[in-house]
């Protein structure tokens, strides 16, 4: 056994649909995720290379402030206004680390709070953009820190005056969401000289990166950013997480849909019917009716079965009332006896003595169109009409005695015998035998249980009997499951029963194997004493040979 076996099939179908349908979300989500993190990504390096450039706009402007400022309070000297005045403004303007006045030969004539170990290098030097009279250089300290010196001409003209930023100051130091910075940046001159970088340069291009750049309008500065991409990603793993988590939901929720919906599908009971009708699911089952006097083979009922896709049987009782009160089992009907005339009906045809009996529900005996049903069925069939029994199965007391009693003569003009089903039970009383003018009643199981051991059921049994022969109807006995019963029965002068202890309801083919058995055509039976006598007649010429 697979494991489709296991699960139902359309239960299959549906998770089978709905993991293809939910695959479509996933990609979609996949690709929707991708692209927001392709702008994510340049976004945030665009951002960090305008931030690089806003910072270096306002350091140079507030420092310009502050040299503009001591140039027109006229400092260019080392005399000790000169230097307050210095001490005051580094004091007051947050990115100058120092001032310093310098002479015409580009030495520090004093320094305010300079580098501890002096200048070891000019790096670069070139006009600041935009502001005349200002130079920008980018120097390196005693120390070896990379600074960016900005210089004008000191009040008086004589001198130049100049002030020195820590090129950091030029540089993003933490990355957007104010964690630690996660590009690498670097700030250059206008004209392109190195003012400082910071961060590392993404060394797996692999899996690429985003860059950015910004360039300043007021001086000039051009700030570039590299991010690598598995940096973006990791940056936005939350949102990458939950735009997982979602598309995993709606596939979830796709794949329940797709089990649940064929479910509810098969949940409309009617439709189920309908289909199952088209199908060709509802197949005959024969159980055979014996004379219990002769011990013979009289016919069978036909009991319907669901035989369902997956192999399983359905028994009438979960079915057939919902078949009545649908409507649907005037089709489910006819189709039985169709199916009856061209599975067995070469076998029972062959055998006038059978009798084929069909339950008909009360129903179809309401209108006149059945009369014609069973007729064109049964007249290009091998079975006789005479050989047809009609089971007048009711659960609902019959609503008009009188159009069932017509259609019942009707019926009974054709050549077939109408029975009353289960009679002493529910509304299958006297009046019914009484009144309908029937063939045959069927004693039912709950009576032949009680026969012999229940007084008042006995002679209820016996009554029945009486009054069924009187008026020359056929009596068969139902639900015979033991031999004491059979014997019962036979004292009650009952000859025909059908129940457990001969056979269950059969299938098709085993009915009919029991047909053969029990009663071989007389042509095969001539067939086989042909046979036997020729066998005789060769053992008594090998016997003559070798004597
Ligand atoms: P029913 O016509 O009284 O059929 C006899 C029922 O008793 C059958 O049940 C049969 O399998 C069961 N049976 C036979 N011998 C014995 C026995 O010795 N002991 C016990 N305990 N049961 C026995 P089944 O096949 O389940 O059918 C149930 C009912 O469904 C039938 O009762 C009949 O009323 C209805 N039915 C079956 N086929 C059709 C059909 O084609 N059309 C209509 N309208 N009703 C049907
Ligand atoms: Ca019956
Ligand atoms: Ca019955």
Sequence with gaps: MGWVALFPRNKLYGAIAGALLAGAPLIAFDVWIGGLLERQGSEESLLLAKRAVALAETRVSQTISMLDGL????????????????????????????????????????????????????????????????????????????????????GGGVADICAVIPVELFLPQISTNGGPLNVYASVTTGRGALIGTNGALPSDQADGSFSGGAQSSKYGFIATTTLARWRAIENHSDLSWLSHFAAIALGLLIVTLGIILPRRETGNPVAELQRALEAGEFVPYYQPLVDIRSGQLRGAEVLVRWKKPDGSLVLPGAFIPLAESSGMILALTRDLMKRVCAEAG?????????????????????????????????????????????????????????????????????????????????????????????????????????????RNSTTIVETLVDLAHNMRMDVVAEGVENFEQVVHLRELGIRSAQGYVFAPPLPGSAFLQLVESLDPLPAAAVESKVAESARRYMDARTQFDAA
């Excluded at 017509?406 to 289960?422: S, Y």
């Design 71 to 154: 140039a027109a309070a006229g400092v260019n000297s080392c005399s000790p206004e000169h230097l307050a005045a210095m001490r005051r403004a580094v004091f007051l303007t947050a990115p100058v680390k120092g001032v310093a006045v310098i002479d015409a030969d580009n030495q520090p004539m004093c320094t305010q709070v300079g580098p501890p170990n002096g200048i070891s290098r000019i790096l670069s030097a070139e006009p600041l953009e935009n502001v005349p009279g200002y130079a920008l250089e980018v120097i390196e300290a005693g120390g070896g820190q990379r600074m960016v010196r900005l210089r004008r001409k000191a």
């Design 346 to 454: 070469p076998a029972i045809g062959k055998r006038p003595g059978l009798k084929i009996s069909f339950n008909f529900a009360a129903q179809l005996f309401r209108s006149d169109s059945i009369v014609k049903d069973v007729r064109n069925i049964f007249v290009g069939s091998p079975i006789q009409m005479s050989q047809v029994v009609l089971e007048l199965t009711e659960r609902d007391p019959i609503e008009n005695l009188t159009e069932t009693r017509r259609v019942v003569a009707a019926l009974q003009g054709l050549g077939v015998r109408i029975a009353i089903d289960d009679v002493g039970t529910g509304h299958s009383g006297l009046s019914y035998m009484l009144k309908l003018g029937v063939d045959i009643i069927k004693i039912d199981k709950m009576f032949v249980d009680a026969i012999g051991t229940d």
